[in-house]
């Protein structure tokens, strides 16, 4: 397969690779979101990505989750995972899109490929939480017509969405390349 570095040089656009929670460019994207949850929340982003890192890292592999990692030019620019909630409903946890990225469809490209793993692994519910002040998240979900449901929490906001039987997950674009990057199983 070669190095993150070596097939994008190769290749035009963006790459989008399924990642163990240690790869580096898992690592990479959870320092790049403890920091955006540290400027948005406060608390310092090492200890957010701490609480990122120690979150066991078979709760984002197969067979019940998966990790994913969109790099462009070598490095991370988008990404998100999801992991078993219950038996039927996929939690999404760490969606995130680099700063100088957003508004550009990344995170829906992630989402997408996300909706359609969890599909593939028999989900037929989705469910996210996110803070109140994530406003992009919260947009993305609703786009995604995901419905907002009473959290229970104060400061966070859930959404659900039905993947139910047969279901179809967003539109992706064409031509966007998928590799498998050291998914080690649990």
């Known amino acids: ?10 290749a035009r656009g963006l790459r989008l690779y399924h990642v163990h929670q240690e790869h580096p460019l898992a690592v990479a994207l959870l320092a790049e979101l ?3 949850h540290s400027i948005r929340y406060g608390d310092t982003a090492g200890a957010i990505h701490r609480r990122l890192r120690d979150c066991p890292a078979t ?19 988008a990404g998100g995972g999801f992991r078993r909630g219950d038996a039927t409903t996929a939690e999404l946890k760490r969606v995130w899109t680099a700063r100088e990225h ?4 990344l995170a829906t490209r ?11 692994l028999g989900y037929r519910r ?17 786009a995604a017509e995901f419905a ?32 498998v990057l050291d998914r080690r199983p649990g």
């Open 1 to 10: 397969m070669g190095t993150p570095s070596a097939i994008d040089m190769r």
């Open 34 to 36: 403890a920091i955006d």
């Open 59 to 77: 709760d984002f592999a197969a067979p019940d989750g998966d990790l994913l990692v969109l790099v462009d030019h070598g490095g991370p620019v």
């Open 102 to 105: 957003r508004r550009a469809g």
């Open 110 to 120: 992630v989402l997408a490929e996300l909706e359609a793993e969890m599909i593939r």
């Open 126 to 142: 989705v469910a996210a939480t996110v803070g109140d002040r994530q406003p992009e998240a919260r947009a993305l979900y609703t």
């Open 148 to 179: 907002e449901v009473a959290s229970g929490i104060a400061r966070l906001c859930r959404f659900e969405k039905d993947l139910g039987t047969g279901a179809r997950p967003l539109g992706t674009q064409s031509g966007a390349a998928v590799e």
